[in-house]
């Protein structure tokens, strides 16, 4: 299997593996949430690559349905718009968290209350 990158093929071995970092962009200038900057010498032997943001209603729909419910698309853009509401007009504080990781926990809670 081959892959293409900048415009060059590369062989790809079927049992290798590519190490992926991600980090916060705080995190590769300065200290954020604990973690301490990746140091220089690991940085150079490193790639970077852009990110982009990953559509939160698809992965919504995915997780409503992964929970057994059967209007998995309509839920799911109401989840979204709600979302989207709360993070802007609710407190954007540092400790509040709007994001994937609030959506995924309250989708497995909603799952769990659909099958009591």
């Given at each position: 299997?081959t892959?293409?990158?900048?415009g060059s093929?590369?062989?790809?071995?079927?049992?290798?593996?590519?190490?992926a970092?991600?980090?916060s962009p705080?995190?590769l200038?300065?200290?954020?949430?604990?973690?301490?900057?990746?140091?220089?010498s690991?940085r150079a032997?490193?790639?970077?690559?852009?990110?982009?943001?990953p559509?939160?209603?698809?992965?919504i729909?995915?997780?409503?349905?992964?929970?057994?419910?059967?209007?998995?698309r309509?839920?799911?853009?109401?989840?979204r718009?709600?979302?989207?509401?709360?993070?802007?007009?609710?407190s954007q504080q540092?400790?509040?968290?709007?994001?994937?990781?609030s959506?995924?926990?309250?989708?497995?809670?909603?799952g769990r209350?659909?099958?009591?």
């Amino acid at each position: 299997t081959t892959f293409t990158l900048d415009g060059s093929q590369h062989a790809l071995h079927p049992e290798g593996s590519v190490p992926a970092f991600t980090m916060s962009p705080a995190g590769l200038v300065a200290p954020a949430g604990g973690r301490s900057p990746l140091p220089e010498s690991l940085r150079a032997l490193l790639r970077p690559a852009a990110m982009m943001a990953p559509d939160l209603g698809v992965i919504i729909e995915a997780m409503l349905v992964a929970e057994g419910f059967v209007r998995a698309r309509e839920l799911a853009a109401k989840v979204r718009r709600f979302y989207e509401l709360i993070g802007t007009l609710l407190s954007q504080q540092p400790q509040y968290e709007w994001g994937l990781r609030s959506v995924r926990s309250a989708l497995e809670h909603a799952g769990r209350a659909r099958l009591a």
